[in-house]
Structures are given as structure tokens and as C-alpha cells.
């Protein structure tokens, strides 16, 4: 089994792979999903030794968080799980809206404790920025949340680098969650560089570009869902991703290893990424995902993986 790797400053260890858990119960993300299938996929995490459970209010609304509790309360043993679950959308006459106050952000972390039947969160993510609240405030309240053991780590996710540089102010920032893969490297510019200098973990969302370097996807391949809208996805532009993907076809093939784990693998060479979270819509693909930690990349490889992604 990997070792572990520590989550930035903090006192939490996680198995590089972890667990995206938008479709655990995430009913209103996607179409099609069952619950018993999600706590199966959660059970099937921890069963082979990921550890590392990514959740938020917003995936059901409430429902991953539900289901991910159910799990973990039926298995007794709460100090198996490192759970990251993040707050920030308020429904204000049905429409969602972002708020970063103090106040809401502790109602959120109180109503995330109880969907998870826990008395701690191992990281809590501010979800979304909001426009109104100073992210060093916002963050202050997540210290004091901290000290009084509600949450173990603070963290926040799409943020500007000119919010992270608030939020983390005082230092107190432990993990970033922020879009990059291969395909979209904007982050490359300014928040992995800063995560680097200043010791705090970037845990990157859709590794995968939502299913685009899992290496499956064919050129007369056409999707009705989100993906039907993404960029990645249209025309020429979704050709042309799909020939880099080939060519890291022919770098798998080599090793005796997938496109998915080649292109996770490689993230995991980059300085601040500690951990994935790469999504799962059954217990398979939790167990495929984990032979990524079989792949071993070399230098050489490294670079030409870069270089494709570079053009
Ligand atoms: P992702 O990891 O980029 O893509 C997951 C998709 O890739 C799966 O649904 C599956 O799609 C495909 N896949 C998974 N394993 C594979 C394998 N071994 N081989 C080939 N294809 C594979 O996207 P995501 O799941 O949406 O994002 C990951 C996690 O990031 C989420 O679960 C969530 O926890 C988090 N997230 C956070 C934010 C935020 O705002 N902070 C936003 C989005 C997501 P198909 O089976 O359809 O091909």
C-alpha cells in the first residue's frame, strides 16, 4: 500500500489517491445515479485504503454528505476517513447565491457535522468565493473553528490568487482546490507557484477533464450533458485533445498502464500536489483509479507528457 503524504502544514496524511465524491449522491450534478452505488463506491474507497474523501454541501444538495456519514457510521471507525467537505452556496429563494460570512460559514460547517454524524471535519473548503466578504475575515472564522476542533485544516477553492493572498493572510490556509489538468493549465501561472512558496497543498479538480484523459472517448463520440457545452468537448478543439490523449496512449502502452493513471501520475509530480480526487461513478472505477499508484513516471516521460500538453 503507498505510504501516505501529508496535506501541506497540516496533521492530516492521505493516500495520493482519494476519492471525488460529486457522484456520491449528487443527484443534482448528474442524471442517473443510485444510491446504493454510492455507498458502495465509498465503502469500496475505504475498503482498499483511500482514505482521502472529497464531499461538499452542494453535491445532492446535502445527499453526498448524507451517504458518506452513513457509511462511516455503520463501519464505527470515524479516524479511517480524512473527510474534505466544503460550504458556500445558500439557496435564497430557490436561486443559489455565494456567502463567505462568518456566520454562514459556521452554520455550514455545524450542518455539515451533523449530515456526517461527526463531531469533526478533518478540511473544511470555503466552496466558492462570495463578492461582499474580505476572504481573511472568512478565513479568520475558519480558525476559529479550528481551535475549538469543529474543523482540522482550512481550506478554499476557486479562488483568485489576489482572494488566496487574502484568505491566507494570516497563514492560515492548509489546501487549495482549484480546475487543472492537463488540458487547462491556467493555474500554472500564479496559484501553483504561490501554493509552492508558501507550504500549502493544491488539490487539483477535474484531473480527468471530466472523462477527456481518461482515455475511453472517440472522435464520433457526442455528450448531452454539462460536457455537451464545455469547449474541450466541441468540434476541432475536442479532435485535437483527443490526439494528445493518443499520444499518451503510446506512453501507457509502454509502461503496461492505462491513460488514466499515466495522466494522474503525472500530477502527482508536480511540486504542491499532494493528493487527487479523481471522480467515480461506481466501485470499479475507484479500484481502477488506485493503479495509478502503480505507475511510475520517468524523467523522460515527465517531460514528453508536458510537451504534448504545451502545443
Ligand atoms: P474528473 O475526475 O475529471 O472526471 C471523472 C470522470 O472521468 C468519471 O465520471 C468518469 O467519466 C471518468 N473516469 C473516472 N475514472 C476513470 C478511469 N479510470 N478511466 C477512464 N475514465 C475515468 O471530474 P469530477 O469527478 O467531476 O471531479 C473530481 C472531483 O473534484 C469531484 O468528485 C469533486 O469532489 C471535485 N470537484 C470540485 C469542484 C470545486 O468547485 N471545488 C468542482 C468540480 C469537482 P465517464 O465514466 O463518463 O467517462
Do not use: C
Not at 492521505?14 to 456520491?24: S, T
Not at 442524471?31 to 455507498?39: D, F, I, P, R, V
Not at 463531531?119 to 481573511?136: G, M, N, S, V
Not at 494570516?170 to 501561472?189: F, I, M, P, T, W
Amino acid at each position: 500500500m503507498a505510504e501516505q503524504v501529508r496535506l501541506g502544514k497540516t496533521n492530516l496524511y492521505v493516500r495520493p489517491i482519494g476519492l471525488g465524491a460529486n457522484k456520491v449522491g449528487g443527484h443534482n450534478l448528474f442524471s442517473g445515479l443510485n444510491n446504493e452505488t454510492g455507498k458502495e463506491v465509498v465503502r469500496t474507497a475505504l475498503d482498499n485504503g483511500i482514505n482521502f474523501l472529497d464531499t461538499a454541501f452542494i453535491y445532492g444538495p446535502e445527499h453526498s454528505e448524507r451517504l458518506i456519514g452513513e457509511v462511516l457510521k455503520e463501519r464505527g471507525q470515524r479516524d479511517e476517513a480524512v473527510i474534505a467537505t466544503k460550504g458556500a452556496h445558500k439557496f435564497v429563494n430557490g436561486e443559489v447565491v455565494f456567502d463567505n460570512s462568518p456566520a454562514f460559514l459556521r452554520e455550514s460547517v455545524e450542518s455539515s457535522l451533523k449530515r456526517l454524524q461527526t463531531d469533526y471535519i478533518d478540511l473544511f473548503y470555503i466552496h466558492f468565493p462570495d463578492e461582499a466578504t474580505p476572504k481573511a475575515e472568512a478565513v479568520g472564522e475558519l480558525k476559529k473553528l479550528k481551535d475549538e476542533g469543529k474543523i482540522r485544516a482550512i481550506g478554499v477553492s476557486n479562488f483568485s490568487i489576489e482572494q488566496l493572498k487574502d484568505a491566507n493572510s494570516d497563514g492560515y490556509v492548509d489546501v487549495l482546490q482549484s480546475h487543472y489538468n492537463l488540458l487547462q493549465r491556467e493555474a500554472e501561472k500564479d496559484l501553483l507557484p504561490y501554493t509552492k512558496e508558501n507550504g500549502i497543498s493544491f488539490v487539483p479538480y477535474f484531473p480527468l477533464a471530466s472523462g477527456l484523459l481518461g482515455g475511453k472517448y472517440t472522435k464520433d463520440m457526442t455528450f448531452t450533458d454539462i460536457r455537451a457545452k464545455d469547449p474541450l468537448f466541441q468540434g476541432e478543439a475536442f479532435a485535437r485533445n483527443l490526439d494528445k490523449v493518443e499520444q499518451v496512449r503510446e506512453i501507457a502502452n509502454a509502461l503496461n498502464a492505462e491513460v488514466a493513471h499515466v495522466v494522474l501520475a503525472w500530477y502527482l509530480t508536480r511540486d504542491s500536489i499532494d493528493a487527487l480526487i479523481p471522480g467515480a461513478k461506481g466501485p470499479e472505477q475507484v479500484l481502477a483509479n488506485l493503479k495509478t499508484l502503480e505507475v511510475q513516471l520517468s524523467q523522460a516521460d515527465i517531460e514528453k507528457i508536458d510537451r504534448i500538453f504545451q502545443s
